[in-house]
């Protein structure tokens, strides 16, 4: 096993580019298993077999019972990454130098990934939207911190609907929702960019002070979006993703009165545990890290294409968003959630299996709390719009006919 695991390092060309600029040696301990790794630009080394004179940076530990989840074609919820076994499964650790683990995490999540048997996933290009039916718009919003340009994205005529991404990301997540020429039969939708992310710009005088995402601060720029677009008569439907599914709850049960249904995606009550410092740290590169960071929250059998292009825009965020929306999600909102009541609209919570920032249990007790309606989501992550768009319509569009009958 071990030569060829070795081998296929050897001949990854992705872990050849990851790698560059890495001296490094780690230990992976599977149950009496010792694996060191060494890391160079010139060279992958391995050994089953350590001396009194090897050292190395950190060891990743892992039961074995949960590295041979890991190692299956097609692991279930939770091993599907090392930084989501780490994440949520009980006695993976790692040990030892913690800041160059979050500097060579790219190359190491290679590593183990490349230990798994190959599944027989058709890799396919990139799905076929109605890109040339999807307009992009500039508006001007008045916020509390001043006036802010948004940039937001629409197609389709109807009843309107608001998507809000996820943390850290963009409108462009929702373009093969936008872009579906059954969805603009019925519905006029909106993705638009929050303050900070994407083509908006941030608010007068953002580079003062740190930026870290409240509760209210997030209202605040959702209902001036709806002011600015002339959607606050129309009672639109508000639907948004992970820290866009949380906001979407807060909404309504304190705004629900201005519409018609919120469709929670990904939604809870927020998870202290995604607040961390190497998203945003001096000496880690915060897009390598954050694609790390957020991969495990997808499944494995998701398109690799819409994958690998949702953790590409992942990376390509500003310098500290990322860490500022997660203070929202992880600091502010589990407070804030603690006093919120039932929703003042109807309410539909879908969340994949695979998700571990936000589990279905998590998102079930919303529901039942909020008095909304649950929905689990099979074989999809965090992210379904964006890694899995024809997997999610097929739930989405069973929330949506619902809607337009009410």
């Not at 530990?61 to 692991?75: E, I, Q, R, T």
């Not at 439907?237 to 304190?254: F, K, N, T």
């Not at 929250?297 to 292009?309: F, I, Q, V, W």
């Not at 099979?378 to 989405?396: D, R, T, V």
């Amino acid at each position: 096993m071990l030569n060829d695991w070795l081998t296929k390092c050897l001949q990854d060309t992705e872990l050849a580019y990851l790698k560059k600029n890495l001296n490094l040696s780690f230990l992976i301990k599977v149950d009496k298993s010792r694996y060191l790794w060494k890391l160079s630009d010139d060279s992958i080394e391995v050994t089953d077999s350590q001396t009194i004179g090897d050292v190395w940076s950190f060891t990743l530990d892992v039961p074995a019972d949960s590295w041979g989840k890991f190692l299956s074609p097609s692991p279930p919820p939770f091993h599907n990454t090392l930084q989501a076994m780490i994440a949520h499964v009980p006695g993976v650790i790692i040990e030892g130098d913690r800041l160059e683990w979050a500097q060579s995490v790219a190359a190491v999540e290679r590593i183990c990934t490349l230990a798994r048997s190959e599944n027989d996933q058709t890799h396919t290009g990139p799905r076929k939207f109605l890109s040339e039916t999807i307009q992009g718009r500039y508006v001007r919003t008045q916020m509390p911190e001043g006036e802010c340009v948004l940039y937001y994205e629409e197609a389709g005529t109807g009843d309107p609907i608001i998507f809000l991404h996820t943390a850290g990301s963009d409108s462009r997540q929702y373009k093969h929702l936008l872009g579906n020429e059954a969805l603009q039969k019925h519905w006029h939708m909106y993705a638009v960019d929050m303050p900070f992310h994407g083509r908006s710009e941030p608010p007068e005088g953002w580079w003062k002070n740190p930026y870290q995402l409240t509760t209210q601060m997030y209202t605040d720029w959702i209902i001036g979006f709806i002011k600015a677009t002339g959607l606050a008569d129309k009672r639109p439907i508000i639907s948004g993703s992970s820290m866009g599914g949380a906001i979407v709850l807060y909404l309504a049960a304190e705004y629900g009165d201005l519409f018609k249904a919120a469709i929670s995606i990904e939604g809870g009550f927020g998870t202290r545990g995604r607040y961390v410092p190497w998203t945003n740290h001096p000496k880690v590169n915060g897009g390598r890290f954050l694609q790390s960071w957020v991969a495990g929250l997808m499944a494995p059998d998701s398109p690799e294409y819409e994958r690998r292009l949702t953790l590409w825009e992942y990376s390509q965020g500003a310098p500290g968003v990322y860490q500022g929306d997660t203070y929202f999600y992880s600091q502010d909102w589990p407070s804030v959630s603690e006093s919120i009541g039932t929703a003042k609209c109807p309410l539909w919570i879908l969340t994949g299996e695979y998700d571990y920032s936000c589990t279905p249990e998590m998102s079930r007790q919303a529901a039942e709390r909020m008095g909304g309606q649950f929905i689990a989501m099979k074989g999809i992550g965090h992210f379904p719009m964006a890694e899995h768009p024809e997997l999610f319509m097929k739930y989405l569009s069973a929330v949506l006919d619902d809607v337009r009958n009410l």
